[in-house]
């Protein structure tokens, strides 16, 4: 027996030649084979014969970093660019931002419903009322009215067009007084017109009235201008108007010394009346105060109100 058992240990059995060959950590050749190129090895769970190198493992944290690198990354991106668009769709619409007084778009609101009698804006207002006017806001609210008197006025068909005739207002109607200056909203705070009237610098044209202006023109409408102004301006208001584009017009009405002691509201309802007489088929009037609209009634017109909320006339 001693001598089979030195036998087993000179020639150890295939079992323990299998065993020994695959679960040994010492003195394999397979371990240094694979050890020279791998390194040493780490078990993922004890006991289950699973091994793993460290350059593997390296490989594999390496990733996982830089996948939670690039989401990270990605995420920050997304944010800063919808803080960006926030801003830029702000910036539009800053007009009604809730950062802005709500008193003061209580007041713009009350103003352009003509149920103020108040002829400067509140000073706390300025800076709001300046921004809207600046912005993008306030030239989109024209375009949306005058859009409006477009689609109207293309409505309506005749035979005989020479005398269908459009009124139109002057001063922030066709002209503007707001875009010439952006020092001019401290101005209208106490809005004094005939300052406004006597100035000879040229005035921007409200892009769009000019366009509809033009096209309404080049279709044979009677285009017919009607202003408080006062008649010692005439010639001023002429140069504006032609400078800025208007040409072709078929009378430019200013008020009188006789006509001065009217309110703008009776004096402009009485002109609109001699219009008619004289033939003219008043199809629409514009303006941007209720002044230049209301009155006694003009005869199948219609009336269009441009914003304004800066300063109002009686």
Same mark, same amino acid.
């Given at each position: 027996?001693?001598?089979?058992?030195?036998?087993?240990?000179?020639?150890?059995? #295939?079992?323990?030649?299998?065993?020994h060959?695959?679960?040994?950590?010492?003195?394999?050749?397979?371990?240094?084979?694979?050890?020279?190129?791998f390194?040493?090895?780490?078990?993922?769970?004890?006991?289950?014969?699973?091994?793993?190198?460290?350059?593997?493992?390296?490989?594999?944290?390496?990733?996982?970093?830089?996948?939670?690198?690039a989401?990270?990354?990605?995420?920050?991106?997304?944010?800063?660019?919808?803080?960006?668009?926030?801003?830029?769709?702000?910036?539009?619409?800053?007009?009604?931002?809730?950062?802005?007084?709500? @008193?003061?778009?209580?007041?713009?609101?009350?103003?352009?419903?003509?149920?103020?009698?108040?002829?400067?804006?509140?000073?706390?207002?300025?800076?709001?009322?300046?921004?809207?006017?600046?912005?993008?806001?306030?030239?989109?609210?024209?375009?949306?009215?005058?859009?409006?008197?477009?689609? @109207?006025?293309?409505?309506?068909?005749?035979?005989?067009?020479?005398?269908?005739?459009?009124?139109?207002?002057?001063?922030?109607?066709t002209?503007s007084?707001?875009?010439?200056?952006?020092?001019?909203?401290?101005?209208?705070?106490?809005?004094?017109?005939?300052?406004?009237?006597?100035?000879?610098? #040229?005035?921007?044209?409200?892009?769009?009235?000019?366009?509809?202006?033009?096209?309404?023109? /080049?279709?044979?409408?009677?285009?017919?201008?009607?202003?408080?102004?006062?008649?010692?301006?005439?010639?001023?208001?002429?140069?504006?108007?032609?400078?800025?584009? @208007?040409?072709?017009? #078929?009378?430019?009405?200013?008020?009188?010394?006789?006509? /001065?002691?009217?309110?703008?509201?009776?004096?402009?309802?009485?002109?609109?009346?001699?219009?008619? #007489?004289?033939?003219?088929?008043?199809?629409?009037?514009?303006?941007?105060?209720?002044?230049?609209?209301?009155?006694?009634?003009?005869?199948?017109a219609?009336?269009?109100?441009?914003?304004?909320?800066?300063?109002?006339?009686?």
């Amino acid at each position: 027996m001693a001598s089979r058992d030195r036998e087993d240990e000179a020639y150890p059995s #295939e079992n323990n030649l299998s065993t020994h060959s695959l679960l040994s950590r010492e003195g394999s050749g397979y371990e240094s084979l694979y050890g020279s190129f791998f390194g040493s090895y780490f078990s993922l769970t004890d006991g289950s014969g699973i091994y793993i190198s460290s350059l593997a493992l390296t490989i594999i944290l390496s990733a996982m970093v830089f996948v939670a690198i690039a989401l990270v990354t990605i995420v920050i991106t997304l944010s800063v660019m919808l803080s960006a668009c926030e801003k830029k769709h702000n910036s539009s619409l800053n007009f009604i931002n809730p950062r802005f007084d709500s @008193y003061c778009l209580s007041y713009q609101l009350n103003m352009e419903l003509n149920n103020l009698q108040d002829l400067a804006i509140p000073s706390k207002c300025v800076s709001q009322f300046s921004n809207y006017i600046y912005g993008e806001q306030y030239l989109k609210d024209s375009e949306a009215v005058i859009s409006s008197t477009r689609d @109207y006025l293309k409505g309506l068909v005749a035979d005989n067009i020479w005398n269908f005739t459009v009124v139109l207002d002057i001063d922030e109607t066709t002209l503007s007084n707001f875009l010439s200056s952006r020092e001019s909203i401290e101005t209208y705070v106490d809005f004094i017109s005939a300052a406004t009237w006597t100035d000879e610098s #040229e005035l921007t044209p409200l892009v769009p009235m000019l366009n509809l202006y033009l096209e309404l023109s /080049a279709a044979n409408w009677s285009m017919i201008f009607l202003s408080e102004r006062p008649a010692s301006a005439w010639n001023v208001t002429s140069r504006n108007l032609l400078a800025a584009g @208007y040409r072709g017009w #078929e009378q430019l009405i200013l008020r009188s010394e006789d006509e /001065a002691g009217m309110t703008v509201e009776e004096y402009k309802s009485r002109k609109r009346a001699q219009l008619e #007489e004289e033939g003219y088929q008043i199809k629409a009037v514009i303006g941007d105060q209720w002044s230049d609209l209301t009155g006694s009634a003009t005869s199948a017109a219609r009336m269009f109100k441009l914003p304004n909320p800066v300063y109002h006339i009686m």
